[in-house]
T-cell receptor, first 115, second 114 residues
């Protein structure tokens, strides 16, 4: 089954404790992104990657890191989480081959609470 | 930069009512436009898209037309069902200038009552 898999689905942590949220897709997509969803602010792009070893900042990259060492994986790293990073996070992937209008496929989300 | 503005919610309708959710955008290039839907506890999934001016996207009874002159992409459905209750997001991306970058609206929560 074609899917984007995020882990963990739920995470409670404390300020300053490094964490990684994993994202994996099995559709051989070139593009991958991370978003955060907050009430009243909608979905905001954190980082995106257009291929292996190619990453770029989205609209809210501060406090986050990413890497793209393999095509299928795109982990989101919080080196020193803070309470303002409490949010619902989504990973998404899309193929480069669709030309204009690439459809994104989303994971089920990771709900993170930083105490 | 690019931006998407959606009508404020939440929206509550009775079953079989007509639905319109407004979406306007600003973009420097020639964006593609999308509507995504998020059901409770799930990730977003594509509802429909349009890639150029005057294109109409449609799916599951929902429609939206890409209006370049008014920079709009309003979502409509003639007769909503309880199962349409969800959060709807308008989004854009510009494959011509930066295919990886996407901009989403704030989302509009729709509740349909039987």
């Amino acid at each position: 089954e074609a899917q984007v898999t995020q882990n963990p689905r739920y995470l409670i942590t404390v300020t300053g404790k490094k964490l990684t949220v994993t994202c994996s897709q099995n559709m051989n997509h070139e593009y991958m992104s991370w978003y955060r969803q907050d009430p009243g602010l909608g979905l905001r792009q954190i980082y995106y990657s257009m291929n292996v070893e190619v990453t770029d900042k989205g609209d809210v990259p501060e406090g986050y890191k990413v890497s793209r060492k393999e095509k299928r994986n795109f982990p989101l790293i919080l080196e020193s989480p803070s309470p303002n990073q409490t949010s619902l996070y989504f990973c998404a992937s899309s193929p480069a081959s669709q030309g204009w209008g690439n459809i994104q496929y989303f994971g089920a989300g990771t709900r993170l609470s930083v105490l | 930069g690019n931006s998407v503005t959606q009508m404020e919610g939440p929206v509550t309708l009775s079953e079989e009512a007509f639905l319109t959710i407004n979406c306007t955008y600003t973009a420097t290039g020639y964006p593609s436009l999308f509507w995504y839907v998020q059901y409770p506890g799930e990730g977003l999934q594509l509802l429909l898209k349009a890639t150029k001016a005057d294109d109409k996207g449609s799916n599951k009874g929902f429609e939206a037309t890409y209006r370049k002159e008014t920079t709009s992409f309003h979502l409509e459905k003639g007769s909503v069902q309880v199962s349409d209750s969800a959060v709807y997001f308008c989004a854009l991306s510009d494959s011509r200038t930066n295919a990886g970058k996407s901009t989403f609206g704030d989302g509009t929560t729709l509740t349909v009552k039987p």
